[in-house]
């Protein structure tokens, strides 16, 4: 079977949102970590396949490097179309990295003109005369306007995508988008010729993204969320009924999580009030060289083995910025990655094998520090958070990636009931 589309996602749990979204239409699909290289194979079979980099808060040079050689790598596989994902929170500076990205993908495809829609309707994501909405707040409102890279003050995506390309920016708005396929079509042919190259198009539902999947499915890049994604994977002939993966398998589980998003904290508050064994590690004291993760370790086996644990780096915006303050943005990133990368490590050496991951950033350290390159991807917890199958070097592993907006309060206690509970 011929590789039906390609996704280029900026981040990893971005990367498992999107691959989930397709496997929701009805595609095989295979989600691949990082820059694949010439030895990279896919499962055989695939309709889509995914490859999730750690390009969004890279520098716009190395992200542009990056995505084009993942793109190379998808067009020599066979895909015809290439999806470029970010984030449904539309995270970008006025130096990229979506402008940047998405130019150099459509000039490599010799294309003139694409789609954008971040809309992500189950996780609250919606647009409107261009304005990114989370749930019944602007973006500017919401408490995205404290991420702690990029923090998202502006809500009209036509004034935040200018800055970031040297191209025209447009708009097909709502009442264009109920009209039908024929209606979004002849606007982006209208928007096309008088020079607009990245085009806003308003979403305020499911049905409206597979509108707008029908109308993008002849372009040669599109650009999006995981809900615009899920529309244009409808918008495919089927070909086979989906296949049913394995559900995730008993054994010791563990949270990490390093992402400060509100909804994180929520669902490590839940974890705690659950009276479920939760450690906090101290970055600060990491940086100064205190050995936080051989104290993480021993705590660590100290615990009930059929409980699951939780071990998290996330703070509250104030406790976040206090700590940035002494390290630096960068460097207490970096901290956390490091910590929580190495603890996977020892953790999954423990005998851990069910293992959920918070944070797009955490998950590109702990797949890294794990050596996993590409995942089956199997059944959604909730929307946009599906468990994915990979094998390590001590055993078959499941493992969840979850970006810090999504997830019910409760994910993570439902996701790693004790084993007992499954039986």
Request: glycine fraction near 8%; hydrophobic fraction near 45%.
């Amino acid at each position: 079977m011929t590789l039906r589309i390609g996704c280029i996602a900026d981040d990893f749990t971005g990367g498992t949102d999107v691959a989930a979204a397709f496997r929701r239409a009805g595609l095989r699909t295979a989600l691949v970590f990082g820059t694949p290289d010439t030895a990279t194979e896919l499962p055989p079979d695939c309709d889509a396949a995914v490859v999730a980099l750690k390009s969004r808060s890279a520098p716009a040079g190395e992200a542009v490097a990056d995505s084009l050689a993942a793109q190379r790598w998808l067009w020599a596989k066979g895909a015809a179309q290439i999806y470029f994902k970010y984030c449904s929170t539309f995270d970008s500076t006025p130096q990229g990295n979506i402008g940047p990205v998405t130019d150099a993908l459509l000039d490599a495809a010799r294309s003139s003109v694409t789609l954008h829609c971040p809309a992500s309707p189950p996780n609250g994501r919606t647009i409107y005369q261009g304005h990114l909405f989370v749930h019944d707040q602007l973006l500017s409102d919401s408490p995205l306007r404290h991420h702690p890279l990029n923090p998202m003050r502006d809500s009209a995506l036509t004034r935040l995508l200018p800055p970031q390309t040297r191209h025209r920016v447009g708009l097909i708005d709502w009442a264009t988008v109920r009209r039908g396929v024929q209606a979004v079509r002849e606007a982006v042919t209208a928007h096309q010729q008088t020079g607009v190259r990245h085009i806003v198009a308003d979403a305020l539902t499911d049905d409206d993204l597979a509108v707008l999947g029908a109308a993008a499915l002849e372009l040669p890049v599109v650009a999006g969320a995981a809900g615009l994604a899920e529309g244009l994977g409808h918008a495919y002939p089927a070909t086979a009924p989906a296949t049913t993966e394995p559900t995730p398998s008993h054994g010791r589980a563990a949270v990490l999580a390093g992402s400060c998003s509100a909804r994180t904290l929520e669902q490590i508050a839940q974890f705690y009030a659950a009276g479920l064994p939760s450690l906090h590690l101290d970055v600060l004291a990491a940086a100064t060289g205190r050995d936080v993760t051989g104290e993480a370790l021993a705590w660590y086996d100290a615990q009930e083995p059929a409980l699951p644990v939780l071990i998290y780096a996330s703070a509250s915006p104030e406790e976040l910025a206090a700590v940035q303050a002494q390290l630096g943005v960068a460097e207490a990133a970096a901290q956390v990655e490091e910590l929580l990368g190495t603890l996977a490590t020892h953790l999954v050496e423990r005998g851990v094998r069910r293992l959920l991951v918070a944070g797009g950033e955490t998950s590109g350290a702990v797949t890294t520090a794990l050596g996993i390159r590409a995942v089956l991807v199997g059944e959604e917890a909730d929307p946009g958070v599906p468990w994915t199958y990979a094998a390590t070097g001590d055993s078959d592993l499941a493992l969840m990636l979850k970006s810090g907006n999504f997830g019910a309060p409760d994910l993570f206690t439902r996701a790693l009931a004790p084993a007992e509970a499954g039986k």
